[in-house]
């Protein structure tokens, strides 16, 4: 899709339509996927922050770009989002940032920044405002994983120093894992449960705070799987996700990991439990939801995490030096399963089930 139709020549509710559909589609298949799933009053919300939290990503991943560079940018955009500072200058804040993009899909994301900013003034108040409070805590973890990673930090609170710059760097306690998964992931369940019970009439059979709570545990679980799978790619980027303190008491530093993998199983293996644990949750939420169509996009997450921990869990030291992903044509046969089924409870308990294996 050419950008000059989505930022000129289209209506702004064409252009919200292309960014739901053909962008949404680039920079994300298996969530555009559940996005598809979801009634129409919830598709338009859930869409753009998604798109927003997406750009944020976008800037805060720039490497070649310095990491205090990309703090001040993500604040820049940040503010722009709350309604702090114009369009105009956010947008003249993050053109360097375009032309540095690799992925076309990315460059065609920042380049529609200023559509989702616009779509974001249209959108209703309580939504609007749902947007601002769980962007405002994304883009809080994004600048805290800069200060904690990025290498001029190393002297700073919140993570093991490294000895040389070539060495990596590690969060020091689980608390601190907790926060992370919690402000780029576990505030997004929180976001979705809040959409849910204010659109939908008889969202769930459970009250709001106990959903509230589930899908909190449920996000935090869905990031805990991602940081799983990327183990290798990030301890070879400099950044270690798992406690100093735990590999300490193991004799392990976080330098060590890929050369001394088998010794890093157990550790491992822990939060591979945890993360099976949120994903847990995350059935628990989605049994609940009365509705069989957000049923099936919540669950979607769920069950496409935990055959990525089973596939981790069978890789055994591999996981750390290989690519492990779900095949698509897996993600494709859930995805027709739960439509052919329309989502029934007791098939999803049986794919959740087989996913394990």
């Not at 300490?248 to 157990?266: H, K, N, V, W």
């Not at 869990?313 to 290989?322: D, Y």
């Amino acid at each position: 899709m050419n950008s000059d139709t989505v930022a000129g020549r289209a209506n702004p509710g064409t252009r919200s339509r292309q960014l739901q559909t053909a962008i949404l589609r680039s920079v994300s298949r298996s969530f555009y996927l559940s996005i598809r799933l979801l009634p129409h009053e919830l598709r338009e919300p859930i869409a753009l922050a998604y798109l927003l939290a997406r750009t944020t990503d976008t800037i805060a991943d720039t490497t070649q770009i310095p990491g205090s560079v990309r703090m001040e940018a993500l604040k820049m955009l940040s503010d722009g989002i709350q309604g702090k500072a114009s369009r105009d200058v956010v947008i003249n804040q993050l053109a360097s940032f375009m032309p540095l993009q690799n992925n076309a899909s990315e460059r065609t994301l920042l380049d529609c920044l200023p559509n989702c900013l616009e779509w974001l003034e249209r959108i209703g108040q309580e939504d609007r405002d749902d947007i601002r409070a769980v962007l405002e805590k994304i883009t809080h973890g994004q600048m805290l994983d800069l200060h904690r990673f990025d290498p001029p930090a190393v002297q700073r609170e919140g993570f093991a120093i490294a000895n040389n710059p070539a060495e990596v760097c590690a969060l020091q306690t689980a608390a601190d894992l907790d926060e992370y998964t919690y402000l780029v992931a576990g505030c997004v369940g929180e976001f979705w449960t809040r959409l849910c019970f204010r659109h939908l009439r008889d969202f769930a059979s459970l009250i709001q705070d106990e959903m509230l709570g589930l899908a909190r545990r449920y996000g935090m679980g869905l990031q805990l799987v991602n940081v799983l799978r990327d183990a290798g790619a990030d301890l070879r980027a400099g950044r270690c996700y798992f406690p100093s303190d735990e590999l300490s008491a193991t004799g392990l530093s976080s330098s060590q990991i890929l050369s001394e993998s088998d010794r890093f199983q157990p550790i491992y293996k822990r939060w591979i439990e945890k993360a099976q644990d949120g994903l847990a949750c995350g059935m628990q939420y989605s049994r609940a939801i009365r509705n069989r169509r957000v049923r099936a996009a919540t669950v979607l997450p769920a069950l496409i995490g935990v055959r990525t921990l089973a596939l981790l869990s069978n890789a055994g030291v591999r996981a750390l030096h290989q690519t492990i992903k779900v095949p698509r044509r897996e993600v494709r046969s859930m995805i027709l399963s739960l439509a052919v089924h329309l989502a029934s409870r007791e098939k999803i308990d049986a794919m959740f089930e087989q996913a394990k294996l």
